[in-house]
């Protein structure tokens, strides 16, 4: 049976764990080819095998995303092996912990570097190969932090706040293209986020809140992934908000 995705080139980010690891195992089961993007060369390594297995088609290629030129040149490389980029989903993100007064300014411009600017790097890489194309597709992995702000994660949503208003530009700079932009607003979703969160009650607290019984799986993120992607071109899907049931908050 043909694939939704069949003859399509995508480019993941944050390939090595969760939401990303979920939407590159998605995309390569609707036919798609995904280059794997993150720091963690063996886990996009055992990712590759893994969509080998099925038949599918992947490359890994680690790097930083908050190196420009690395972030950029994950654009590039997926171009030079697989030909074209038709879907770039950029999952690469951190949360972090930690209020205003004495701020960890390292810590908070980290959040912002990975979450607004290694997305914003690979986006204006993809454009031009995309424009070339006639068309294509980017996704961004935004969150509900990006439309209320917890204080305790202030540069979390900060930075999540920020990433709409460059999307949303962005959606409006390259539509006339043929290219459709996507902010995607996961809710609580079982994922390894929280792990990397510095403060041990708060990573405990974060932990609890995307584990906690009905919470979003990432797969089921991936299927909202593919279906943006799967869309009739002229049908731009620019915001998705994906949350618990249980979760009842405005
Ligand atoms: P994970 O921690 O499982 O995945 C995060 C991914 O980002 C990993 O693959 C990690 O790979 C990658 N990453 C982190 N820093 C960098 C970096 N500097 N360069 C390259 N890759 C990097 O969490 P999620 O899957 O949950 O997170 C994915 C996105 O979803 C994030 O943007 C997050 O903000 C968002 N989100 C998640 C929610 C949730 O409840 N899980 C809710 C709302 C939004 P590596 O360490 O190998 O580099």
């Known amino acids: 049976m043909a694939g939704l995705l069949d003859g399509r080139v995508a480019l993941v980010t944050g390939a090595s764990s969760g939401i990303g690891e979920a939407a590159a195992i998605a995309l390569a089961k609707a036919g798609a080819r995904v ?30 995303v908050v190196d420009e ?11 030079a092996h697989f030909g074209r980029i038709d879907i770039l989903v950029n999952s690469a993100g ?28 690979t ?5 031009g190969p995309m424009k070339a194309q006639g068309g294509g597709d980017i996704i961004n992995i935004s969150s509900q932090a990006s439309r209320k702000v917890a204080k305790i994660f ?3 949503s900060a930075s999540k706040f920020a990433l709409n208003a460059m999307s949303e530009g962005l959606r409006q700079e390259v539509g006339g293209y043929g290219i459709r932009v996507c902010q995607l607003l996961p809710g609580a ?3 390894e986020v929280a792990d990397h969160v510095s403060d041990p009650a708060l990573r405990s607290a974060m932990q ?8 979003v799986e990432a797969s089921e993120i991936a299927d909202a992934i593919v279906f943006v992607a799967a869309l009739p071109k002229h049908v731009n899907v620019d915001i998705i908000s994906i949350r618990p049931t249980s979760d009842t908050a405005p």
């Open 94 to 121: 951190v949360i972090q912990s930690g209020t205003i007064e004495n701020c960890d300014t390292a810590e908070y411009r980290r959040v912002l570097d990975v979450n607004l600017l290694g997305t914003l790097y």
């Open 208 to 215: 609890a809140h995307v584990g906690k019984e009905g919470a």
């Open 154 to 156: 202030n540069s979390y």
């Open 123 to 127: 986006c204006s890489a993809a454009i």
């Open 35 to 64: 280059a794997l993007s993150a720091r963690r060369a063996d886990r996009l390594a055992t990712l590759v095998q893994r969509i080998e297995a099925t038949g599918g088609s992947a490359i890994a290629l680690p790097g930083d």
């Open 69 to 79: 030129a690395a972030a950029k040149a994950a654009v590039e490389r997926t171009v």
């Open 189 to 191: 979703t079982r994922t």
